[in-house]
């Protein structure tokens, strides 16, 4: 089985940094997406910064300059860095992989969410 374990999130001030960290759990043999987004009080859970397929990233334009995803291959974790944040960034953030993994010698898709972790910023 494959778990997503995340790390990082907790309270800044507007304009101070936050890190998040993600780790795929389990034998996995490739990850083809894997990911941030995050969801606000009353709305709809939306993209942050994602690793693609190809290997390219997709920021989404509310984050892009200020927002960095980065990853370790190695030990199939990706972070959030997180500079200049705003209060509109206060959410609860999931992290979303979509990954091979090796169950008795059988390679298994799995998609699937973090349980999330909380970022609040005050002004």
């Known amino acids: 089985q494959v778990q997503l374990v995340e790390s990082g999130g907790g309270v800044a001030q507007a304009g101070g940094s936050l890190r998040l960290s993600c780790a795929a759990t389990?034998?996995?043999?490739?990850?083809?997406?894997m990911g941030w987004y995050r969801q606000a009080p009353e709305k709809q859970r939306e993209l942050v910064a994602v690793?693609?397929?190809?290997?390219?990233?997709n920021y989404a334009d509310s984050v892009k300059g200020r927002f960095t995803i980065s990853r370790d291959n190695a030990k199939n974790t990706v972070y959030l860095q997180m500079n200049s944040l705003k209060t509109a960034a206060t959410s609860v953030y999931y992290c979303?992989?979509?990954?091979?993994?090796?169950?008795?010698?059988?390679?298994?898709?799995?998609?699937?969410w973090g349980q999330g972790t909380q970022v609040t910023v005050h002004s």
């Open positions: 979303h992989a979509e990954v091979l993994y090796d169950r008795a010698r059988r390679l298994i898709y799995f998609a699937s």
């Open positions: 389990g034998i996995i043999v490739s990850i083809n997406t």
């Open positions: 690793f693609t397929k190809g290997g390219s990233t």
